[in-house]
């Protein structure tokens, strides 16, 4: 689970953020939050408001970065994926920093990293504990230190200690070593790096992000289940949400033979090659289709989707593909499998403009599910979002709500409820929030400038 992430220099972030999911003091809702680890409490969802060019998808890219930057690095010869906060030119020098603390494999961790286009300065991984704070490395390209001392005790065996340090010396200045563990496969070489291992399993397999527009969602439906166990999950939410549509149906098609590009068909093979589970699964919407596709034994099996329609006069079914369906039922063929996989656990969603195509009280549903068949389980849900109707505490914890600003000179920043407004637990917080009394919402400059146009335009 993601409890915390920090985020400095990086796009309109000029200055230092904290998204803390650690509850405040407020005791309602208890089934929002989970003892992840013993003692470490940790809330399952946050939404964030905010303007459109606000910084809300800012947020969720710098998420997806660090990400990124693990599983798949940076092409030999490539600068690395560098964004500083452009409207300042001291920014453009300085390193951006992504920091992620998470809980997995019982334990807490930190990993972050700073960088700039040209190398990697920093990177750390510790392990955080009531008592203590354990280094299991930590990486300083100007100080010229790279300190893997803990991995070594953890595999005193002189070829293995010899192997880490000659390891972490070839790692090349533009790479993350986390990237370096991963695509290497040290394991063969080494007894113990578990510590390293949790965290880049948390990536790949915990850690999904959702752009509105991304065609392949990695990751979800994790569990290897049979056709007949996705038919009928996909065929009871459809149902449930009235859609019309009353099942759907699964056809085996060759994935190299769907005209899919050459980039998008490495990504998804890459993703799916990192999962630590036998069978890797994925969802693909290409050409307004939606393909079901997993990897098995190096090689990408796909089955088309299409949707059940009973005919009006009771004389069998009609077959739809997914661009036959309208846009909301479209959308929430994005989210079924999500709901599938946040139910089952251990999944960490971060889903940017959740609400896109979807009515209000459709989203609101969805959300609830969550809670409700989630509750207990290691799932977080955290999205962006423009819909009001959602500011709304019978729905969320004043500390689930957050608040997406950008300045006049376009710096953005965030703050939680709980911590910037003294509101009530009963106050009603969409008409405030609309009326601009918690910012987070556009600002319109006077009419002069488009009324000498419209003039001009008669």
Known sequence: MLQQFIVENFLSFKNKEVFSLQPGKGSLKKSHKVEAIKGQWILKSAAIFGPNAGGKSNFVKAIELGKKLVLRGTRTDDLIDYYPFRL?????????????????????YEYGFKYNAELIKEEWLKQITKKTVYTIFQRNVEKSIFDISYLIKQNPKEEESQ???FFAKATPQRQLFLHEVLSRNIRDNVSNINDLESVINWFANSLKVIFPDTPYKQGVLLEAVDDNDLKRGFGALLRYFNTGVDGVKLIDVQFDKLGIPQDLQRAIK???????????????RFEDNLFLINFIEGEIKAKKLMTVHKK??????????LGDESDGTK??????PL???????????IVDEMERSLHPSLIQQIIKLFYKYSEGTSSQLIFTTHESSLMNQKIFRKDEIWLMKKSSNGISSFGRMDELYNVRFDKMLQNSYLNGDYGAVPKFETEDELKKLFEILK
């Open 88 to 108: 300042s030119s001291d920014s453009n020098k300085k390193d951006t920093t992504l920091i992620y603390h998470i809980l997995c494999n019982n334990k807490k």
């Open 163 to 165: 192997f880490l340090s």
């Open 270 to 284: 890459t993703d799916l090659s990192k999962s630590n589970s036998d069978e890797a699964f994925g969802t693909l």
């Open 312 to 321: 009006i006069d009771n004389e069998g079914i009609e077959l739809f593909s």
């Open 331 to 336: 959308r929430l063929f994005d989210y079924i």
């Open 339 to 349: 709901i599938l996989d946040l139910v089952q656990g251990g999944k960490v969603f």
